[in-house]
């Protein structure tokens, strides 16, 4: 397929998940609508948090989905809506967690329930406690209906067992690896390089790419050895795209990435340039400047400087570079058809084409 | 069956749900050892929180299924089981919302976590905010894999599909009820008797009484008569029993319940008492002492006689009375067998025997 031909199967794609959320929002509001208009509001703000995303878990299944044959769309959309649903929760209740009150720019669910609040006249402390408790409840109607959606594809007997056993494993991985980042955040002691990537693997890239991947080779009927080797792929390149994207949240071009360049240094996240910062002499310096609210421009290119400087950024490139690579070679086994190749390989090169 | 035999019974059903859970969290503790020993320690506190209840929502699957013929006592078990889950993944969440570190007099899961906190030298808000944070992730796992449990009943077919509606809705109402609670706590005017009973049949009665006894009822093949008039009688005692619970929490006998009767009026609890109190001229006098942390032994005495005195107290009796005797009408039906009401009519007596 040439560059058009992949946009158009993309945005395809994206179009039938929508539909299918939609749809899903759709009646569930109808629900919602005879047990109180407060009810059918959050919902509505749901919704608002489910949609306008890149829909990237939904179309990762559908693309293993069809580069194996599958010719379903519309039980592959249903799979790609569960991811979504999943996905929605997670982040709604990670939210809740890191006390983040807005989400690319706009107010989360937390976020819009504090502000009604506190245009109400409701002191902010006691508003941000209701944003955050009807953002539990928001995450929970998203964790608990993501299973159902799952059974609107239609598939029975055996490839429905091994979707829930997928589905189920990719929620019990993140659970694990959202715990990991909560203890990190307490400990004293800064988490190690290989730390950090389990918990990346465990929190994002379980769910984001290998159950994603392997839901949607179960679904087309694949063989046991290249579901195996699609989740190998994902989970390779699901690390790689996190590193990455922690190194675009210090060192990207915020005209490109959409996101502040500062963010991540101000709030001190846990990344694998911090975990490799730490070791280095020339961190003590800067030490102080990192995760401080009131980080300045100057302070920020004080702290990358260090990290160039010391050689962090280089390691975290490499690092994506050498997981990039597995999920290459993950890609090349005689289990797998050449279509497969095709869709998943160029992922590879994108990823690795977001780095210098 | 005599007084005896209904005991028997009752245990019976228990120890049965409790085998079931205890297989499926040491088969969740093995699969959590291999991500790590803290995410193995976290399935053990949601373990010892989901154990050592009444196990009353799967005594009631139980109950309704075994009235109306069913004989698959494991399927019924694990159904039951499944809503034991959700009661779980809701109570877990509700103490999230609530700020609640202890139940029933032991640490939930936010106090165990942040006595761990505390003890590893964390201040105090910090170890709070981390204890709130792994019980929001625990109450996601409980509430995920309810419906998984639902699965591993074996239902099939039509059976499953209605048992998963069922399940569903449970959860719907009861994400509602937990809305609007959150909505009165933070609302200037206090809620009215009709919104107390709206609120308390849909945060707790339906996933409580009403889907449990339905999902029994559908489990054992029963018509949809049957199932109907099962789902009005829950509905009904369901409310009649939450209104008892909160007379009680106010005027009970701390030796039968089991729990202070100053819980109630310290926090400030939103019950049908207060809903007919507020409307009364001699709440004026005790209302700083309602929900005041400070409050008395003496206070609490004063708000009770406010409470007897403005009729507050026969108010709610006669009301708990009127749905009790609704609860009872709806079993007398020819959808039923006798068997549904000599085992569900005794129910009816004993809430109403908790009450004057």
Do not use: C
Request: no cysteine; glycine share 10%; charged share 25%.
């Amino acid at each position: 397929m040439d560059t058009h031909d992949l946009v158009a199967t993309s945005e395809r794609r994206q179009q039938h998940v929508e539909r299918v959320l939609t749809s899903f929002f759709s009646d569930s509001h109808y629900r919602a609508r005879a047990l109180g208009a407060p009810y059918a509001a959050l919902w509505q703000t749901l919704e608002r948090n489910a949609s306008g995303g890149k829909l990237f878990r939904p179309r990762m299944v559908m693309a293993a989905y069809e580069a194996l044959g599958g010719t379903d769309l519309d039980a592959a959309a249903h799979v790609g809506a569960a991811f979504e649903l999943l996905h929605t929760a997670l982040i709604v209740h990670d939210d809740v967690i890191d006390r983040d009150f807005v989400r690319r720019g706009n107010p989360n669910v937390s976020g819009s329930y504090r502000d009604i609040a506190t245009t109400a006249g409701i002191p902010l402390p006691i508003a941000e406690h209701r944003g955050m408790s009807v953002a539990v409840i928001a995450g929970d109607l998203a964790l608990f209906n993501s299973y159902r959606m799952l059974d609107r594809s239609g598939a029975e007997g055996v490839v429905r067992t091994r979707l829930h056993d997928i589905f189920d494993e990719a929620m019990f991985v993140s659970a694990a690896g959202e715990l990991y980042d909560v203890d990190f955040s307490i400990r004293a002691e800064p988490p190690t390089v290989d730390e950090i990537v389990d918990m990346e693997r465990l929190k994002t890239a379980g769910y984001s790419f290998e159950g994603p991947l392997q839901a949607g080779a179960v679904l087309a009927g694949a063989s046991g050895e290249a579901v195996h080797a699609l989740g190998r792929y994902g989970r390779s390149i699901g690390i790689a795209y996190q590193i990455v994207d922690d190194l675009l949240g210090v060192f990207g071009d915020e005209g490109d990435t959409g996101k502040t360049t500062m963010g991540d240094l101000r709030e001190g996240k846990r990344t694998v340039l911090l975990a490799h910062a730490v070791t280095q002499p020339g961190w003590a310096a800067v030490e102080t400047l990192f995760g401080s609210p009131e980080l300045t421009p100057e302070g920020a290119d004080r702290i990358r400087s260090v990290l160039e400087e010391g050689g962090s950024r280089r390691f975290a490139e490499a690092l994506a570079r050498d997981f990039a690579n597995r999920a290459w070679e993950a890609l090349v086994t005689d289990a797998l058809p050449e279509a497969v190749r095709q869709e998943f390989q160029p992922v590879v090169a994108s990823v690795l084409g977001r780095v210098r």
